[in-house]
């Protein structure tokens, strides 16, 4: 097989917050749209959204507008995540996949007018996927839970403002694991990461939760 | 141009820290390894080491095997860094470009048998170089400049064991400027990231500095 033969496609994996659906589960969750494969290889079983790449349209382009025309969503920014590219990784010859993600908000999702075949499934509870993309969904998962440390994911989950219990609600979907208040609590006071805003929550006349913002704006800082 | 022409290529950025031949200036620098285009288009512009991706070869066994072939240097890691595909960014046809990363000790250098044409050059004083490469450099440098808050980025650079100002020393080349001695001792001693040896600086008889080593051994953590 020549340097010819390689074909180039785009996938994305989207994370979203949904505490819905769980039924009786206090953690909200990171769920993730999968849409079902129309062609072989791997006909109809769930995949990332995505395709080949056009010559002509940029990466990221092409990525937001497969994302688009399967799921309904728009997110603003899609950042890039990884190439996957093994030998083997597809049956049907030699395919490179520049994948990009992307954290979206509770809204953004509603929003959104899917396909008719997206499907939501939990980030850790996934189907057998078609290629390699549970390799790449676990990889994506990784790769947020080491952000969480020290970046500012919460900003694209929750909006520019949130309360001490949202922020750590996500960083509790993100690491899969239930965090103690408390200890959450003095931790963020000590953080030169969030500053009050000043505020406090609409809507919660008794003792409403002060609210707080990221010092600086910026959702995914390394470009990693 | 449709899908089939798109073509896939694989390009290496290696930083290493070199005091010699900065003449007097104190300060150590990064440094990066360039080979002379052979072929039209960019004819004898410098280049980063890469090739073409073969079709039956692993993306990062195709980096380090043209990284080797021109430079003589074979990192123990390299790390996929970002994939470079702008429509326009190649003269002669859609080009994707998978780039990958290195940062080398001092020593793996002096054991490289380079290539006849390799030649090294100050990371931030670049010649025009061919395609997109000045851009990819400097994202790179920006990834490194990030990196250095968080990262291990003196392990790879220094070994398993370095003194403070070695690790300050580091630390200057990445971010370009010098460091306050006092003020960076401060701000190593209330870290949680490196822990002292025990051990002192072999060879030097009068108040030999001591030896620290980070507190796990991980020198690119976030695969970004």
Not at 105 to 123: L, T
Request: aromatic share 8%; glycine share 6%.
């Amino acid at each position: 097989m020549d340097q010819e033969s390689i074909r180039v496609a785009v996938s994305t994996v989207i994370f979203a917050l949904r505490t819905e659906g769980t039924e009786g589960k206090e953690l909200p969750s990171l769920w993730t749209p999968f849409v079902p494969r129309l062609h072989e290889p791997h006909l109809n079983q769930w995949a990332l959204p995505g395709g080949w790449l056009p010559g002509e349209e940029q990466l990221e382009e092409a990525a937001a507008r497969t994302l688009g025309e399967t799921t309904g969503l728009h997110p603003s920014y899609l950042e890039q995540l990884y190439t996957f590219g093994r030998v083997d990784r597809s049956p049907t010859g030699r395919v490179i996949s520049v994948v990009y993600w992307a954290l979206v908000r509770g809204d953004e999702v509603a929003e959104a007018a899917p396909g008719e075949n997206v499907r939501w499934f939990p980030a850790d509870e996934l189907p057998e996927l078609a290629f390699d993309h549970n390799e790449i969904v676990r990889y994506a998962l990784q790769r947020l839970r080491t952000k969480v440390e020290y970046a500012h994911i919460a900003h694209s989950f929750l909006g520019e403002t949130f309360t001490l219990a949202q922020l750590r609600s996500v960083h509790e979907a993100v690491l899969g694991q239930k965090l103690d208040a408390a200890n959450f609590r003095r931790s963020m006071a000590t953080s030169t990461e969030i500053v009050e805003t000043g505020e406090v929550l609409a809507g919660t006349p008794h003792r409403p939760p002060k609210l707080y913002r990221y010092r600086q704006s910026n959702p995914l800082p390394d470009h990693s």
